[in-house]
């Protein structure tokens, strides 16, 4: 069996936002640089670049990942989500992005979309989350701005408002 180098390519094939992807990466390329670089969608960031920061946080299969140590092969046939895909419409926010705004759960908002996207992924799951599951979500990043607080007030109140939306649906 031949080797495989780091220049060698490959071909990818994933749905990205709710749309198909198929593209052409280096064998040992981040899924960060693909959709950053290559696919033009910079709402997710890199910072640390070690998987400590959580900046660049996606969802593939509906789960929090970190995309700076994600390999693009390794999203062949998945579903991928980037902060890009939270908002409704284009001039509609998600009720989670609607908090933070109330709440000033965020500041530089450089951390931001990875702490949405995690967020986002606990909230779908578990709408009645509470204050410390929460800030166990958020374990896995850093923000040096808020202080936290602010962003576990927007998530209990976008929690709220997601629950509240469930039982409207229901009735």
């Not at 180098?5 to 709710?18: C, E, I, M, P």
């Not at 670089?37 to 900046?55: I, K, N, P, S």
């Not at 890009?84 to 001039?91: M, R």
């Not at 998530?155 to 229901?170: D, G, M």
């Amino acid at each position: 069996m031949p080797r495989l180098t780091a220049d060698q390519k490959h071909r990818v094939h994933f749905t990205l936002n709710g749309r198909p992807v198929s593209a052409v990466a280096e064998n040992r390329m981040l899924l960060t640089d693909l959709i950053r670089h290559e696919l033009g969608l910079t709402g997710t960031h890199v910072g640390c670049e070690h998987g400590v920061c959580g900046a660049c946080t996606v969802q593939i299969d509906g789960q929090p990942a970190r995309a700076c140590l994600t390999l693009t092969a390794q999203v062949e046939g998945a579903d991928v989500r980037t902060v890009e895909a939270l908002a409704p419409a284009p001039d509609r926010l998600s009720a989670l992005q609607a908090a933070f705004r109330r709440h000033h759960g965020l500041q530089c908002g450089f951390c931001t979309a990875g702490i949405l996207m995690s967020l986002d992924a606990l909230l779908r799951d578990r709408p009645e989350a509470g204050s410390d599951e929460i800030r166990e979500q958020l374990s896995g990043h850093l923000c040096r701005c808020t202080g936290y607080a602010s962003i576990v007030e927007a998530a209990l109140s976008a929690a709220e408002e997601i629950r509240k939306e469930e039982v409207s649906e229901n009735v």
